[in-house]
């Protein structure tokens, strides 16, 4: 079961990381749960950071 879970919310950092790099806005959240909304919004920061600091364009 927690296997499960971490995939889950990994896998919601990394669609986060992807949408930060494409350049889609925060507010585009697909997720409602808590859990999984943090670790998505997480890997958009993550990712604006990246391409801030010139990694990505």
């Known amino acids: 079961m927690r296997r499960q879970k971490r995939d889950r919310l990994g896998r ?10 494409s350049g889609r806005n925060k507010e585009n959240c697909p997720y ?3 859990d999984a909304r ?3 919004l997480g890997g958009w920061r993550e990712a604006m950071t990246d391409r801030n600091s010139g990694l990505f364009k």
Do not use: F, T
């Open 12 to 21: 919601a950092h990394s669609n986060g990381y992807q949408a930060g790099l």
């Open 32 to 34: 409602q749960n808590n």
């Open 38 to 40: 943090s670790e998505w």
